[in-house]
């Protein structure tokens, strides 16, 4: 690996504490903080995945599992971690910052740049009264989920590795007294950029707004190249209508492909508008848009299924907010916010228009899809499946071969809404101008035949914890091509026995 090639520019262009001082603290004048990975004597890898790691420059591992486990780190790795802020739930939450990340700075290859950081190898001083440290489990659901979500084609951050600390971390997953000892683990992800919402809101708050200004600038230059021209004098509006773009982009993705996030909380939301941070996240089995697998958003449910649009066009003003002093105009703002629900339903209709093999989305269509919407609401039908039983010429189409996305048994009435549907399907379908064989094929570029679902990481997590890492691999193989139907196994239905499992259909944020 060409670790000599990381460089730290971003510790070189903002202003830092470089006291290694990891007592958690406010660090009100500075972006970061530079902090020391844990020693580890027993940490071992578990996968490298090395056709990431030449795509941004690293190469190929030879004997680096220490890096990749931030042990034994080279001199110019300078490792730190940024501090940030955010709304949780809602709320403001004040300082957060990077209390589990380290960075080891970044990486270009043919001009393009990457954010390399461990997760889960040790505290900085913002850890606010936690370990730094990640488990197994947790590690494992974000080094599959990051992949999958990239071969499926969602914007996301990626995962390079996965090892074992040796070491055990203590966790309540469920909250209720009862801490367990688990196997630690760190990941090593990448992105572009892994600066977050939280990052502008935190500077906002601080009320420094030349240092605001300095950290568009960089975020501009660095990862928005369409913005140009430091004259152009609507940069900062252009700049924040393509974060939006962008967001809109990345939720109407986890639409299409059925992701549920679970924490969207400004603090997880990349400005890059990637998939960030994957806690208590699901991909969603039976149709439900008041599906949450957060246990502790069960209550309000801010974060289901549904409301990703919603909550995605709070996030987006909450940022405006945040970097109104570089604009100072609220009604352009105001103007771009207003827009994004009406784009978020146009992306919405063409993204399903897609699904379904439409040509082009009709005036009418908009009627098919409300209907259709409920109908999956009232017979939660398996989202992934009830797709691919669409998926043939429409003389093909039959309901019996709908049963397998079937959670329950569906009453006559229930049948009744299938059919009845199925029927405005195929009619709806003759009216289109494509061939079948075009319509077929845009519907097998859009609808994944392999989706990462909860239980399958749930089983090979539990395999994993007692050292067979068999399923794990198999699922990291299943991922790269989630438009094939390679691994028929696992293109089914969630099974019955995992309906009320926690870490199927449920998950604490404990990680
Ligand atoms: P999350 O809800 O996972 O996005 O985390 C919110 C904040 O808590 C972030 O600033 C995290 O870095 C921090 N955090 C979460 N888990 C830990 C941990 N085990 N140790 C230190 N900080 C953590
Ligand atoms: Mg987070």
Redesign the pocket.
């Known amino acids: 690996m060409n670790i000599k090639n990381i460089t730290q520019n971003f510790t070189r262009i903002f202003s830092g504490d470089f006291s290694g001082n990891l007592m958690q603290r406010q660090t009100p004048d500075v972006l970061f903080c530079s902090v020391k990975p844990v020693s580890l004597d027993d940490a071992k890898l578990i996968d490298f995945n090395e056709d990431l790691s030449v795509e941004i420059g690293l190469g190929i591992l030879e004997n680096d599992a220490n890096f990749l486990a931030a042990q034994n780190l080279a001199d110019n790795v300078k490792t730190y971690a940024t501090a940030y802020a955010g709304h949780q739930f809602g709320n403001w939450a004040g300082q957060?910052?990077?209390?589990?990340?380290i960075f080891a700075g970044e990486i270009f290859n043919n001009g393009k740049q990457t954010e390399i950081q461990w997760k889960g190898a040790g505290?900085t001083p913002?850890?606010?009264h936690?370990?730094?440290?990640?488990v197994l489990r947790s590690s494992i659901r974000e080094y599959l989920m990051s992949e999958a979500m990239f071969h499926v084609g969602v914007p996301t951050t990626r995962a390079l590795s996965l090892s074992k600390t040796g070491e055990d971390v203590i966790r309540d997953i469920q909250y209720s007294g009862n801490p367990q000892k688990e196997q630690g683990a760190v990941v090593l992800r990448t992105a572009e950029s892994f600066l977050r919402f939280g990052h502008f809101e935190l500077l906002s708050a601080r009320n420094q707004p030349d240092l605001l200004k300095k950290l568009a600038d960089y975020t501009i230059e660095h990862f928005y190249p369409e913005i140009n021209s430091e004259s152009n004098p609507n940069r900062y509006i252009d700049w924040f209508k393509a974060i939006c773009d962008r967001t809109l982009k990345m939720i109407i993705d986890w639409y299409r492909v059925g992701f549920v996030h679970g924490?969207m909380?400004t603090?997880?939301m990349s400005i890059l508008g990637l998939t960030i941070?994957y806690?208590p996240f699901s991909m969603m089995d039976g149709y439900d848009l008041d599906f949450t697998p957060n246990t502790t958003d069960l209550p309000g449910k801010r974060y289901a299924f549904g409301k990703q649009g919603q909550i995605s066009h709070w996030n987006l003003a909450t940022l405006a907010n945040a970097i109104f002093p570089l604009i100072n105009d609220g009604e352009a703002l105001e103007k771009i916010l207003n827009n994004y629900g009406r784009q978020f339903w146009a992306e919405h209709d063409e993204m399903l228009a897609r699904k379904f093999g439409f040509d082009k989305v009709l005036p009418e269509d908009e009627r098919f899809f409300t209907q259709w919407q409920q109908m999956m609401q009232d017979l939660n039908l398996d989202y992934t499946l009830f797709f691919q039983s669409l998926e043939k010429p429409i003389s093909e189409i039959k309901i019996d071969d709908f049963s397998n996305s079937f959670y329950h048994i569906l009453n006559e009435n229930e049948l009744k809404k299938l059919s009845y549907f199925i029927e405005k399907y195929q009619e709806r379908k003759l009216r289109n101008k494509i061939s079948e064989t075009e319509s077929l094929a845009m519907m097998s570029k859009t609808n994944p035949k392999f989706i990462l679902r909860n239980y399958l990481l749930f089983e090979a997590i539990q395999d994993a914890e007692k050292g067979n890492y068999e399923l794990f691999f198999k699922l990291k193989e299943a991922l790269q091509n989630p438009y094939e139907n390679r691994f028929p196994e696992f293109n089914q239905k969630r099974p019955s026995k995992y309906d009320n499992q926690t870490g199927c259909s449920q998950l604490s944020?404990s990680?």
């Open positions: 957060l910052g990077d209390g589990r990340a505290a913002y850890s606010r936690a370990d730094g440290r990640a924490v909380n603090d997880n941070d806690g944020c990680s």
